[in-house]
Nanobody
Framework: QVQLVESGGGLVQAGGSLRLSCAASGRTFGNYSMGWFRQAPGKEREFVAAISWSGGTTYYADSVKGRFTISRNNAKNTVYLQMNSMKPEDTAVYYC?????????????????WGQGTQVTVSS
């Protein structure tokens, strides 16, 4: 069983930055692929970014490419999402997820464990 706890959400003005963190329990964090997803009010949850177990492979949604960066620190059992040049359309609850496969994955149904989410609000 893996527990994921997100932090770092909040209110930011358009053009600003936030860094989300996701702390994972368990001694095998370094074997997991990790991802970030988001869900805006009235919309379905969507993929944001993913990273492989080693950090060597990353994927991004087109809507965040060039603005967001996913990274991980396996020694700290933590994955990060650095969000720059933020836009009001980035407003959503952001979820961290882990998958036992190890590969970078964009499909939410491939993820095994989920955090409870952190709210991010971008004001115009």
């Amino acid at each position: 069983q893996v527990q994921l706890v997100e932090s770092g959400g909040g209110l930011v003005q358009a053009g600003g930055s936030l860094r989300l963190s996701c702390a994972a329990s368990g001694r095998t964090f370094g074997n997991y692929s990790m991802g970030w997803f988001r869900q805006a009010p009235g919309k379905e949850r969507e993929f944001v970014a993913a990273i492989s177990w080693s950090g060597g492979t990353t994927y991004y949604a087109d809507s965040v490419k060039g603005r967001f960066t996913i990274s991980r620190n396996n020694a700290k059992n933590t994955v990060y999402l650095q969000m720059n040049s933020m836009k009001p359309e980035d407003t959503a609850v952001y979820y961290c997820a882990a998958a036992a496969t190890g590969w970078a994955i964009q499909d939410e149904y491939e993820y095994d464990w989920w955090g409870q989410g952190t709210q991010v609000t971008v004001s115009s």
